[in-house]
């Protein structure tokens, strides 16, 4: 069973920088695109990045180009989401996700929460 563990939120100052974590178990995940959703209060569930764990090719929602970053680690299943220059609009509860190619995003987190003070 695939389990996904967000850790690294908390309260950062407007321009400042977090690192999320999301350590998978489960499965092995080279067939899986690992992704980064995120919800603000009374908003919809937005997705904000992924990444292909075969190829490390990732793409993100246009209001964090050149600010978020998401890598991968190999050795310890897991992906991070770099959070850098950040603003009060990315205060979220934010949620990793894992998709077996093709399919949906079955297996989620239990989100863990990011507060921008201005």
């Known amino acids: 069973q695939v389990q996904l563990v967000e850790s690294g939120g908390g309260l950062v100052q407007a321009g400042g920088s977090l690192r999320l974590s999301c350590q998978a178990s489960g499965r092995t995940f080279s067939n899986f695109a690992m992704a980064w959703f995120r919800q603000a209060p009374e908003k919809e569930r937005e997705f904000v990045g992924n990444?292909?764990?075969?190829?490390?090719?990732?793409s993100y929602v246009d209001s964090v180009k050149g600010r978020f970053t998401i890598s991968r680690e190999n050795a310890k299943n897991t992906v991070h989401l770099q959070m850098n220059s950040l603003k009060p609009d990315d205060t979220a509860v934010y949620y990793c996700?894992?998709?077996?190619?093709?399919?949906?995003?079955?297996?989620w987190g239990q989100g863990i929460r990011v507060t921008v003070s201005s």
């Open positions: 990444i292909i764990w075969r190829s490390g090719f990732t």
């Open positions: 996700a894992a998709q077996e190619t093709p399919g949906p995003y079955k297996y």
